[in-house]
């Protein structure tokens, strides 16, 4: 094979990389988007749907990790190009497990719905975490779509404020179980959601980081060591 013809199968294998890393990266967004509605009983919420979003992140990924083998393996890529393709490697991972947490908190959020309750929720600074969790994933994918670091570089303060919100929305399920305003079998529900939705987060940070190094070649220092998956 010519240097040019390695070059043109070696660009379309890329622009092919692109294109999957860009829909998997919008139905990772659509998951937790939709599982948060399923959470907080917005409109119609549909469960299936999310399951649906997860089976199919699954694939995409499957199909992404094989297509970044194939292209190392085949055309040798060197510098930015082989950057693209060993952060989308990497990335596949958060996605697949933003997928797989957005699956967990509808799971939740359905056995919530069938205990009965005997008085309203109080859990405001849930709904602002999720909200803050959906942010950072929406950052992270946009700037790893249009490959600039900049949307990402202070997504380790946002991380933070999720994290800050993760221990007070512990704390008042406790408390609220402690009191009896609160069913523990809701409660237990809420601590795994609190949970999941920190986890989120986290593999937004990672994903902003590898776009950081994706783009300039450089492993952005993370003040603490990663968490591991529950």
């Known amino acids: 094979m010519s240097p040019a013809t390695e070059r043109k199968a070696l660009s379309e294998g890329l622009d092919k990389l692109r294109e ?10 659509l998951a937790i988007r939709k599982a948060t509605e399923v959470l907080e009983g917005e409109g119609a919420p549909d469960a299936t749907a999310v399951f649906t979003l997860d089976q199919e992140i699954f694939a995409l990924r499957e199909e992404t990790v094989k297509s970044c083998v194939d292209l190392i393996a085949l055309h040798a890529p060197v510098a930015r190009d082989l950057r693209r393709i060993t952060t989308s490697l990497e990335i596949t991972t958060d996605l697949d497990r933003i997928g797989r947490y957005s699956r967990d908190i509808v799971e939740a959020a359905t056995r919530l719905q069938a205990v009965p309750r005997n008085t309203p929720l109080k859990l405001p600074k849930l709904h602002r975490m999720s909200e803050l969790t959906i942010q950072m994933v929406d950052t992270a994918i946009r700037a790893f779509v249009d490959s600039n670091a900049e949307p990402v570089r ?9 994290d800050s919100l993760h221990d007070q929305v512990f704390l008042d399920v406790v408390d609220q179980m402690a009191d009896r305003t609160m069913e523990s079998q809701v409660g237990a529900q809420y601590i795994l959601i609190n949970r999941y939705m920190e986890r989120i987060a986290d593999h937004a940070v990672n994903i902003g980081q590898h776009v950081t190094y994706m783009v300039t070649g450089r492993r952005p220092w993370r003040p603490s060591s990663p968490k591991s998956e529950s």
């Open 154 to 162: 202070n997504i380790i303060q946002a991380d933070d404020a999720v």
């Open 20 to 29: 999957n890393m860009t829909t998997l990266a919008e139905l990772a967004s």
